[in-house]
Nanobody, 115 residues
């Protein structure tokens, strides 16, 4: 059974940095795009960043220049380095990946940015 598990959520002060990780496990034959979404309280889930299997990246305008997405194809892991954090970055962050041509989601990890 394929699983995605996020880690690294927590409380951080505005202006600070934090790193999220996501690990895929199970019977994995291929992983195409991977990325992150987030959901703030009372709001819809929004896209944050994507990275292709070849390493091409794209970011939401709200995080461009502050967040960096990366992946390790050998380890089936995904990271999100978040710098210059703002209170509006608070939310549950979800990892997703196209694994064996099926979209998968992690359970989410809470990031809270205090002002």
């Amino acid at each position: 059974q394929v699983q995605l598990v996020e880690s690294g959520g927590g409380l951080v002060q505005a202006g600070g940095s934090h790193r999220l990780s996501c690990a895929a496990s199970g019977s994995i034959f291929s992983i195409r795009a991977m990325g992150w979404y987030r959901q703030a309280p009372g709001k819809q889930r929004e896209w944050v960043a994507t990275i292709t299997s070849g390493g091409s990246t794209s970011y939401a305008e709200s995080v461009k220049g502050r967040f960096t997405i990366s992946r390790d194809n050998a380890k089936n892991t995904l990271d999100l380095q978040m710098n210059s954090l703002k209170p509006e970055d608070t939310g549950v962050y979800y990892c997703y990946a196209n694994i064996n041509d099926i979209p998968r989601w992690g359970q989410g990890t809470q990031v809270t940015v205090s002002s």
